[in-house]
Structures are given as C-alpha cells and as structure tokens.
C-alpha cells in the first residue's frame, strides 16, 4: 500500500485559499487518490478523488502533477465551517484498498 | 435518508460487560467495515466484509465478533469490554471498482465509553 504523508495542521483566515500536499511517493500504476474531511463528532465523508491532472468539483480541486508522487487538495474562499480534519489516501484493486487514514492533516479557519 | 446508519450513538457501560453495535447501509453495497477512532484520532480499519463473509480481519482481540446478516447489515459484538475499549466506532461501506477506486461512506459512530 501506497504511504502518505501529510501535515499535521495548517491555519488559514476566512476566506484564503487553501492549498493541502499529500506525498505518496510509492503509489502504484492503478492507485487512485481519495480525499476525505471528517468534521468532530462526524464520520469521515468524501470530498474528492482523483487518478492524475486536475479534477474539480463543487467543493474541492485535487491536482494531482504528472509523476503521481504527490497530490494537492485545494479549498477555494475557506470559512469557518471548513475546520475539520482532511485525510489524504491512496489504494486501488491491484495494491489494496487503502483503508487506513492516519491522522490527517487537522486544519483550522479563524475570522 | 440515512445512508449508513448505527446504533447506538453512545453508550457507556462497566467493565466486563458485552455490548453490540448495529449497522445498516441501503446504498447496495457489497462491501462494509468497521473503524475504531482512538482518543489520538487515528482511524484504523478493524473488519471488513464483502458480501457478508470476512475478507479483513486487522490485529483486533477476539473479544471483538463482528456478524453479518446480510449484506445490509454488519453488527459489531464486544464482549468482556475492557477500558482501552472507549473509543469512536464507525461503520462504513463502499463499492470497491477497477475503474474508479474505492469511496467509503461513513456512519455518524458510535460514542463508546467503558468505566
């Protein structure tokens, strides 16, 4: 299975644009690029997922460069309700599912 | 609407005792877990079932027994219940394909206290 890291927390002002990088340096050919947020007291739910380049939803934007190594969660305009915790994972049929999240990266919007 | 449902959503109980945590999903999927989210916030995969027969069974104490039904439903048992044991329990499911990855859906957990 594919490891990733990311960072603990980040910080950001309402309304900034945030920018979260996940290494995965030894993802496999099949692996897709899943991102999740869990807010407290909540179930992680899915953002956004990817295999390579750029996808965009209502949401979230996943860019994903062409060597797959990395992947960057970006959340346009923050607000408060956007403090939550974000996990990055990475899996497919061929390496596994992946399944377990770590800790995620802990992200917190302040007025 | 509830896509992934269980019950209890807290429950605190003594040491020693046997407690049971229902789930049930109505997306169709053939695949569901159960997650346990430590005080530390890591969460880590316990079972996983596909068309209710065990496919993951992660290093977890035989204490905990997790039962499928069907494939709707994914019961988690826990016997002889120990304090190490508190901790949020999620169920999950998905519907792993080749083409387009795995997308987990998530209950709301299951608050476990043991005193």
């Known amino acids: 299975l594919a490891k990733t890291t990311q960072p603990i927390s980040m910080d950001s002002y309402e309304g900034q644009e945030v920018n979260i990088t996940c290494s995965h340096n030894?993802?496999?050919?099949?692996?897709?690029i899943t991102w999740y947020q869990q807010f407290p007291s909540q179930g992680p739910r899915f953002i956004i997922q990817?295999?390579?380049t750029k996808v965009t939803n209502e949401v979230a934007s996943l860019f994903i460069p062409a060597d797959r190594k990395s992947s960057t969660l970006s959340l346009p305009r923050v607000s408060l309700s956007d403090t939550a915790v974000y996990y990055c994972l990475v899996g497919g049929s061929n390496s596994g599912y992946a399944l377990n999240f770590g800790k995620g990266t802990s992200l917190l919007v302040t007025p | 609407d509830t896509a992934v449902s269980q019950t209890p959503k807290y429950l605190v109980t003594q040491m020693g005792n046997d407690k049971s945590i229902k789930c049930e999903q109505n997306?169709?999927?053939?695949?569901m877990y159960w997650y346990k989210q430590d005080s530390k916030k890591f969460l880590k995969i316990m079972f996983s079932y596909n068309n209710k027969e065990l496919i993951i069974n992660e290093t977890v104490p035989n204490r905990f027994s997790p039962k499928s039904p069907d494939k709707a439903h994914l019961n988690l048992h826990i016997n002889s219940l120990e304090l190490g044991d508190s901790a949020v329990y999620f169920c999950?499911?998905?519907?792993?394909?080749?083409?387009?990855?795995?997308?987990?859906?998530f209950g709301e957990g299951s608050w476990l206290t043991v005193v």
């Open positions: 997306l169709g999927h053939d695949t």
């Open positions: 999950a499911s998905s519907q792993p394909r080749t083409s387009s990855g795995n997308t987990i859906y």
């Open positions: 030894n993802i496999a050919t099949n692996d897709y």
């Open positions: 990817g295999y390579k």
